[in-house]
């Protein structure tokens, strides 16, 4: 079994939708309006932006959590957690081996929270 979607809740989806290129640095893959759907495809899985979803938590991968989080905040994106060690990945049970997991938290434009990840060589 694998992952094919995960919604995301947005009130507003052209505020939603640059708030995610943003992040994603991508523009996304389609768009549906109507009846409200904005779609990202990462690496396979398809992120969908719509007005009826829940909120749910997303955990990005990211390859410069501090990068990342300086070039969100400065254009204004509220962090909630700066970056942070979580985990030291000793074998690659749920992450690189020999890694240090970063996590940091921000909240997109809607309001819901974003966690970013960074696997770090320890």
Do not use: C, K
Not at 52 to 61: E, I
Not at 95 to 120: I, K
């Amino acid at each position: 079994m694998t992952v094919i979607q995960i919604a995301q809740h947005a009130d507003d989806l052209p505020r939603a939708t640059r708030f995610y290129t943003e992040l994603l640095e991508q523009p996304p893959t389609a768009t549906y309006d109507p009846p409200g759907l904005v779609f990202f495809v990462l690496d396979g899985l398809r992120l969908l932006l719509e007005r009826g979803a829940p909120s749910a938590l997303h955990y990005f991968g990211v390859a410069d959590l501090d990068a990342t989080i300086e070039r969100l905040r400065a254009g204004g994106t509220v962090i909630d957690s700066e970056p942070h060690l979580i985990f030291r990945h000793e074998d690659a049970t749920l992450g690189p081996s020999d890694t240090e997991e970063w996590q940091a938290f921000l909240r997109d434009s809607e309001g819901n929270l974003v966690g970013l990840v960074e696997h770090r060589r320890a």
